[in-house]
T-cell receptor
Framework: KAGVTQTPRYLIKTRGQQVTLSCSPI?????VSWYQQTPGQGLQFLFE???????NKGNFPGRFSGRQFSNSRSEMNVSTLELGDSALYLC???????????FGPGTRLTVL | SQELEQSPQSLIVQEGKNLTINCTSS?????LYWYKQKYGEGLIFLMM?????EEKSHEKITAKLDEKKQQSSLHITASQPSHAGIYLC?????????????FGKGTKLSVKP
């Protein structure tokens, strides 16, 4: 089975712009979660989608949003980018009767 | 809210030496996950523990969850350069989706050949 894939792998944006990141889960997995990883705050949960519905949400401002499509692929959007949004954004999928999340390689976002 | 504290923050060991990384939770653990991360890359799943006193091993890595389910340890025997990376413990909520994990800050392991 193919693993979790994320695109793009690297992204450079300027303050005020918006960005969309994409994640394709492992085939058959219906849950997709997003995490932000920074040197200062570590790995923090953003939100989880299951069957096109947001199931859980972390403590992030409304500029961070996401959605999930009927094929379980998910996108994450960040509007009005700030310098502090520079981070590694990781996507993880869960499913197939397992309690284990499997992570993608991440998207490295740099905000200038 | 639950917090996970990992110790040590970083570790440098000589190849062939044993080492232990600890993860302590402020609340009872219902699902404890260990992941490894190479710098700037995704997380690789190592092991998951759920029961008090549970112990699992894979190759030279052993993870344990204490009886009270508030502390877990990861032990590497005869370390190799391939073990280098950042080790993260994560905890899932009781009765909820395991797609909503909180993580410790990680332990950075360097192995000197």
């Amino acid at each position: 089975k193919a693993g979790v894939t994320q695109t793009p792998r690297y992204l450079i944006k300027t303050r005020g712009q918006q960005v969309t990141l994409s994640c394709s889960p492992i085939s058959g997995h219906r849950s997709v979660s997003w995490y932000q990883q920074t040197p200062g705050q570590g790995l923090q949960f953003l939100f989880e989608y299951f069957s096109e519905t947001q199931r859980n949400k972390g403590n992030f401002p409304g500029r961070f949003s996401g959605r999930q499509f009927s094929n379980s692929r998910s996108e994450m959007n960040v509007s009005t980018l700030e310098l502090g949004d520079s981070a590694l954004y990781l996507c993880a999928s869960l499913g197939g009767g397992s309690d284990t999340q499997y992570f993608g390689p991440g998207t490295r976002l740099t905000v200038l | 809210s639950q917090e996970l504290e990992q110790s040590p923050q970083s570790l440098i060991v000589q190849e062939g030496k044993n080492l232990t990384i600890n993860c302590t939770s402020s609340k009872t653990l219902y699902g404890l996950y260990w992941y490894k991360q190479k710098y700037g890359e995704g997380l690789i799943f190592l092991m998951m523990l759920q029961k008090g006193g549970e112990e699992k091993s894979h190759e030279k890595i052993t993870a344990k969850l204490d009886e009270k389910k508030q502390q877990s340890s990861l032990h590497i025997t005869a370390s190799q350069p391939s073990h280098a990376g950042i080790y993260l413990c994560g905890a899932g909520p009781y009765g909820g989706s395991q797609g909503n994990l909180i993580f410790g800050k990680g332990t950075k392991l360097s192995v000197k050949p």
